[in-house]
């Protein structure tokens, strides 16, 4: 804004001047990260050539993009796998996550029985039990799904019952002096007032679900982009290898926006009209 | 619009009988807190209550008793003769916060009741808008919360609980946290607009001179167990006037009265 101020010195000059700024700053506000990344990219491909990296050490942008592309029939494949076990391993959390919060909100027993025991089973690092999944559940889906699923799982509960506990009792008797019983006041009241927090939930869980599934396949696997990732790896070929990772990111920032999409469809964020 | 509101004025207030209510609120450990003792009160149709009271002295329970929110210890409450056990669908509720749900545009917020009792939308968005009308609000049903002041916010809340033409409004404190000048503005608007309608009304206020602004009756409340010390009829003509009635020697007279008690019994 102050240097759209100072653009112009004539006050009709200054007026389409400061329009003009005005607008250039907030296209600039909103493809800033589009901008930023694109800068660091155009950057790491000029660079590479020029310290006389190999492709073997460090591929260019450019090489890894045209792998994706030669390869594109191969990682779509792995893609699939590895998304369909993201995916099972999410829902799963979500279909015992969610009611699970509502039995933790709703009963003081479960409560007390459960809620702490989750909140200490957070800290451990859920990563260590991969080995012990596959030892367990073989080498298909399964331990991937339950990876995903058990790294997944904690956001989701956590964050809901959160959201149901914020609301102030205020609120609660507002619907109660109009009449409404539990069930009108959870569906009017308590779940809009959460959905915020459970999406904060869902969308954490589902970067993690990513994660879960890409351990559980570098741990044993014969499908899926982190066998496909190691595969290149143990054969030196680094350009495969990142493009395992733009896919297994794209796949990671696919699944994020479409959360967010639904979202912005079905719960109305607090700050969005300011 | 008026020719139907002036029809409503003569039956729509609510006739309120407190009989001997006593609330004690149960602690986890010792006797519990004994928050209002043997209440009796006749609210009369079409009056407006006023009720003052130290902090802490039961007038917030003594709403959401007559709100249904939780029973009496003792005792009982009957609007229209019916007993109030539950929400009691003659009453309205205005909170010291306005408590819109910050999801739902003016409308629905204000249509918010009706969609819990499961009534006519069509009908209800019609008296929604012609509400928002009355209270100056013309043309912001589909702006939300937070695009509103605290003094509209709280206009809307008025408006939602005024949606089902409630024979008995209830309101605590509304304008609490509103700044001195809202407030003011409130208060008269909060005249007129009762002159027309014409439900029973109980207001809880701090402000003593608001409360004999307003009320053909004020109460004052003694300090906890509450009970009603003063039943003070305020004889003054209608449509008051703000400015006006605070040189009035009878209007300050009354809180002059008010203030007596207040100080014999230390709470100012
Ligand atoms: N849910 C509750 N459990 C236990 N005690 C309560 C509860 N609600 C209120 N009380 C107690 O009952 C007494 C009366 O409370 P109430 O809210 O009715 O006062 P009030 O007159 O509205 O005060 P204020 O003017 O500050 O709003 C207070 O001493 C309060 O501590
Ligand atoms: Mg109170």
Redesign the pocket.
């Known amino acids: 804004m102050s240097v759209a101020d100072n653009a112009g010195s004539t006050t009709v000059n200054n007026r389409k001047g400061k329009q003009f700024g005005e607008q250039a700053m907030l296209m600039l506000e909103k493809f800033a990260a589009l901008i930023f990344g694109s800068a660091i990219i155009l950057a790491w491909q000029i660079i590479v050539p020029l310290s006389g990296l190999s492709e073997f050490i460090l591929p260019t942008p450019l090489q890894i993009g045209q792998r994706v592309v030669t390869e594109y029939a191969l990682l779509l494949r792995h893609a699939g796998v590895t998304t369909f076990e993201v995916l099972a391993g999410f829902g799963t959390s979500v279909v015992v996550g969610v009611p699970l919060a509502l039995a933790i909100f709703y009963s003081k027993i479960v409560e007390r029985a459960v809620y702490p025991i989750l909140v200490a089973m957070q800290t451990i690092p859920k990563i260590v039990l991969a080995p012990l999944l596959v030892l367990y559940l073989g080498y298909g889906w399964a331990p991937k799904i339950t990876l995903a699923f058990l790294i997944s799982f904690f956001p989701i509960v956590i964050s809901t019952v959160v959201g149901l506990q914020s609301l102030d009792k205020g609120y609660v008797n507002l619907v109660r002096s109009m009449g409404a019983n539990e069930f009108e006041t959870f569906f009017k009241l308590r779940l809009p007032a959460a959905l915020p927090n459970v999406f904060g939930g869902f969308k954490v869980a589902i970067s993690l679900a990513v994660i879960g599934a890409v351990i559980g396949e570098y741990i044993a696997a014969d499908k899926g982009l982190g066998y496909l990732q190691l595969q290149a790896n143990s054969q030196f070929d680094t350009t495969l290898n990142f493009a395992t990772v733009v896919v297994i990111s794209a796949i990671g920032v696919s699944l994020f926006s479409i959360l967010s999409l639904l979202e912005r469809k079905v719960s109305f964020r607090r700050d969005s009209a300011k | 619009m008026n020719q139907n509101q002036t029809g409503l004025s003569d039956s729509i207030g609510a006739n309120v009988r407190i009989d001997a209510v006593t609330?004690t609120?149960?602690?986890r450990e010792g006797p519990?807190?004994?928050?209002?003792d043997r209440i009796d009160l006749d609210l009369a149709s079409g009056s407006f209550v006023a009720c003052v009271?130290?902090?802490?002295?039961?007038?917030?329970?003594?709403?959401?008793l007559m709100a249904g929110l939780?029973p009496p210890s003792e005792g009982e409450i009957r609007v229209d003769g019916s007993v109030v056990r539950k929400a009691h669908p003659k009453v309205g509720v205005v909170f010291?916060t306005d408590l819109l749900l910050y999801w739902r545009t003016v409308l629905d917020n204000i249509m918010l009741p009706l969609e819990i009792k499961r009534q006519d939308r069509e009908q209800g968005r019609k008296r929604a808008l012609d509400l928002l009308v009355q209270v100056g609000l013309e043309g912001f049903e589909s702006k939300y919360p937070s695009e509103l002041s605290g003094g509209m916010r709280q206009r809307v809340a008025i408006c939602r609980a005024l949606i089902q033409e409630p024979g008995l409004l209830l309101m605590?404190?509304p304008f609490g946290a509103l700044d001195a000048l809202t407030r003011e503005k409130m208060i008269t608007d909060l005249e007129k607009m009762w002159l027309r309608l014409g439900n029973t009304v109980l207001f809880?206020t701090?402000g003593i001179d608001e409360a004999v602004f307003l009320a053909d009756r004020v109460l004052v409340?003694s300090p906890?167990?509450?009970r009603v010390d003063l039943d003070l009829t305020v004889d003054m003509p209608r449509p008051r006037n703000w400015g006006a009635a605070h040189e009035d020697p009878v209007f300050n007279g009354y809180v002059r009265q008010i203030r007596r008690i207040f100080e014999a019994e230390g709470v100012l």
């Open positions: 609330k609120y149960e602690t519990g807190v004994h928050a209002l009271g130290p902090s802490g002295c039961g007038k917030s329970t003594l709403l959401s939780f010291q605590d404190e809880i701090h409340m906890r167990p509450g």
